[in-house]
């Protein structure tokens, strides 16, 4: 069993930047990928962004594109989301999620963490 730990969420005015971290339980996990989902209440989850272990490859909403940067450290199975600009509707519970197969969905998801923005 893996566990997904996030940090960093918290209340920001609009304009301003904050830093999501995401650390896997088990480093020796296998793992294709990892990334970054959202939901906003009275909405459902969705995909914000993602990171390819192997190629290091990153895929974004379009909404949050040249916004927000993922990235990753392969060696503490760690990604980041660095979140700049940021604006009202952004404001919601984001998940890490993981997944270990290109096959398939995500396998693991954490708790989730609150990111509030304020206009």
């Known amino acids: 069993q893996v566990q997904l730990v996030e940090s960093g969420g918290g209340l920001v005015q609009a304009g301003g930047s904050l830093r999501l971290s995401c650390a896997a339980s088990?480093?020796?996990?296998?793992?294709?990928?990892m990334g970054w989902f959202r939901q906003a209440p009275g909405k459902e989850r969705e995909f914000v962004a993602g990171?390819?272990?192997?190629?290091?490859?990153?895929v974004y909403t379009a909404s949050v594109k040249d916004r927000f940067t993922i990235s990753g450290d392969n060696a503490s199975t760690t990604i980041y989301l660095q979140m700049n600009s940021l604006k009202p509707e952004d404001t919601a519970v984001y998940y890490c999620?993981?997944?270990?197969?290109?096959?398939?969905?995500?396998?693991?998801w954490g708790q989730g963490t609150q990111v509030t923005v304020s206009s």
């Open positions: 999620a993981l997944r270990q197969s290109a096959l398939g969905s995500y396998d693991y």
């Open positions: 088990r480093h020796t996990v296998r793992v294709y990928g």
């Open positions: 990171y390819f272990w192997s190629r290091g490859d990153t």
